[in-house]
Structures are given as structure tokens and as C-alpha cells.
């Protein structure tokens, strides 16, 4: 097997477990921004982030996390945040601008907001939806969920583009694949979502999430749980129905992010980091004016 295609194997390894429908509880969508900045102007746009960032914090704006590849291209960020519905974003993004306004003032967020885009090579969005019939091992309830996503601090996504009209042979391999993962102990919980709006159309992201690197050295491969006649089927079914997939590791950032206060309160150190106190300068000493020894003769 080759490396790409055990990468692809162990990724759908990952992802290709049972799922309960408790998982319809962790927001239906999730609304991403992706930006890729300027190296040049990456100094500057981090500085820019971490204004708005604090604006939306202070004035209850947008729930939001960030993410940034940790290998690759370093100058990206994602923002995601979820979304309950439709209507759920319009909300989002009018608490977002409330907060902003409130700090800055409409000149002065539409300023900010210019000066970012400055930073900017390109800005992507999309509008993925949860798929909790092809996501695995979640969690039973929100909480739990909460617990699992607060306290992880890395995650790898692999991204599968589907060609027209397969998408329903793909599902029905993960799903075949499901059944005989689900008996398998070793195996972690994975997300599935699917862009529905915007870029990427109808690509699926798989995502699973860990505490630190060294949780992704001990990974169960597909040819581990389908064998060589199931592997066999699954390079077939794939050669039809694949266009292409990419994966990257990820970085959370949370001194740019606001999660959910279930999220942050499952590691509250690390989701609310301090802010850093620029040292002061010391003051240089002035030296005192030499006294005078001479003295006026009468």
C-alpha cells in the first residue's frame, strides 16, 4: 500500500464508527471563515484578531474557535462556530457586529474590518451540516461533548471530494465500514460534516480531534478492520467514486477563539488565557545638576 493511500485508509479508519443520534445536539452547522493572510502582514493581522477578539468577548458577541495548521501553511486561520439553524446565523453575525460597534464604534469597526481585509490573500467561506449518521463514538450528551472538544488541543480533518452523483456509494462505504468497526476497542471519536453552502460544495470533512500530538501515533488502520478482500473492495469503490482528499493537522488558538462556556469550563486555563502585560520600560535615571563650587568674590 502506498503512503497516500494509507493515509487516506487510516482516516476513514478513524471516522467510520457507530454514532448515536445524541450528536443532532451539538449544533446542526457550522459556519466556517477561512483567511489566508499575507506573510508580510501577518504580524499585523494577528494584532488586528486579537482587538476584535477582544471586543467580541467583552460584549457577549459571536461564540467562535479558531484553528491554524500546524504544518503547511502556517498563515492561515478557521474560524467555525456552530450554528443551530439557518436563522441561527443571521444571529451570530449580529451579535458579532453589535460587539464590535460597541467598542469601536461603526467607523471605526468598518476601519478595522478594512485594515484586515489588507492583511488578507483570500478569504473563503461555507456552511457545513453535521452528519451524525456517518460521525463515530461521540459522546451521549452535549456535556459530554463539551468535555470532549474543551479538552482537546490538536485535531487532523480530512477532506474527501466525491464525484457527482457518487455520494451515496461513499456513504455506504463508511457505513459498511461502521458496522465492523463498532466492535473494535481501540478506536476515538471522529466528526463528520458535509459543506452545504459555499466552498468545497458537498466535500465531507472528517475530524477527529486529540489532547495532544502523541494521541495520533497510535491510530487503527482500515486494513486492520476490513482485511484484504474488504481492502480490496474499498480501493475499488473509492477509484470510482473519489475526485481527490487532502488532510492537514490543526492547532486550536485561544487567545483568538470565545468558545461556548461549556467548552471553555471543561479546561478554562487554556481557553481563557491571561493577556500578556507588555513590560514597562524602566524609567532612565536623570543625573542631578553638579553643584556649583564657585563662589561670587565680593
Not at 488586528?48 to 503547511?72: C, F, H, M, W
Request: a positive charge; aromatic letters at 10%; proline letters at 6%.
Amino acid at each position: 500500500m502506498s503512503w497516500k493511500k494509507a493515509l487516506r485508509a487510516s482516516g476513514l479508519a478513524a471516522c467510520c464508527l457507530l454514532t448515536p443520534a445524541a450528536l443532532f445536539s451539538q449544533g446542526s452547522y457550522l459556519d466556517v471563515y477561512i483567511a489566508k493572510l499575507k506573510p508580510e502582514k501577518a504580524s499585523d493581522a494577528e494584532a488586528i484578531a486579537k482587538k476584535i477578539t477582544d471586543a467580541n468577548r467583552q460584549n457577549s458577541g459571536d461564540r467562535v474557535i479558531v484553528e491554524q495548521p500546524l504544518y503547511g501553511d502556517p498563515y492561515t486561520l478557521i474560524f467555525l462556530t456552530q450554528r443551530e439553524s439557518y436563522a441561527d446565523v443571521d444571529k451570530g453575525n449580529d451579535a458579532f457586529m453589535a460587539s464590535l460597534n460597541k467598542t469601536f464604534g461603526k467607523e471605526g469597526s468598518q476601519k478595522i474590518f478594512n485594515d484586515w481585509n489588507n492583511c488578507l490573500v483570500s478569504a473563503r467561506t461555507q456552511l457545513r451540516m453535521r452528519r451524525p449518521d456517518l460521525s463515530s463514538k461521540m459522546p451521549a450528551d452535549p456535556q459530554a461533548f463539551a468535555q470532549f472538544v474543551g479538552q482537546s488541543r490538536v485535531l487532523r480533518t480530512f477532506v474527501f471530494h466525491v464525484r457527482p452523483g457518487r455520494s451515496s456509494e461513499f456513504e455506504e462505504l463508511i457505513k459498511e465500514i461502521n458496522a465492523r468497526a463498532a466492535k473494535m476497542p481501540d478506536t476515538q471519536p471522529v466528526l463528520v460534516s458535509q459543506v452545504v453552502e459555499g466552498e468545497n460544495d458537498g466535500a465531507y470533512y472528517i475530524s477527529f480531534l486529540r489532547k495532544s500530538l502523541a494521541g495520533f501515533d497510535k491510530e487503527v488502520m482500515l486494513p486492520d478492520i476490513l482485511g484484504k478482500e474488504g481492502m480490496e473492495k474499498f480501493e475499488k469503490t473509492m477509484a470510482d467514486v473519489e475526485q481527490h482528499t487532502e488532510s492537514a493537522l490543526y492547532r486550536f488558538r485561544p487567545d483568538l477563539s470565545w468558545p461556548p462556556d461549556a467548552i471553555a469550563e471543561a479546561s478554562a486555563d487554556y481557553w481563557n488565557p491571561k493577556p500578556v502585560l507588555a513590560m514597562a520600560k524602566p524609567k532612565a535615571k536623570t543625573s542631578a545638576a553638579p553643584k556649583s563650587t564657585d563662589k561670587t568674590k565680593n
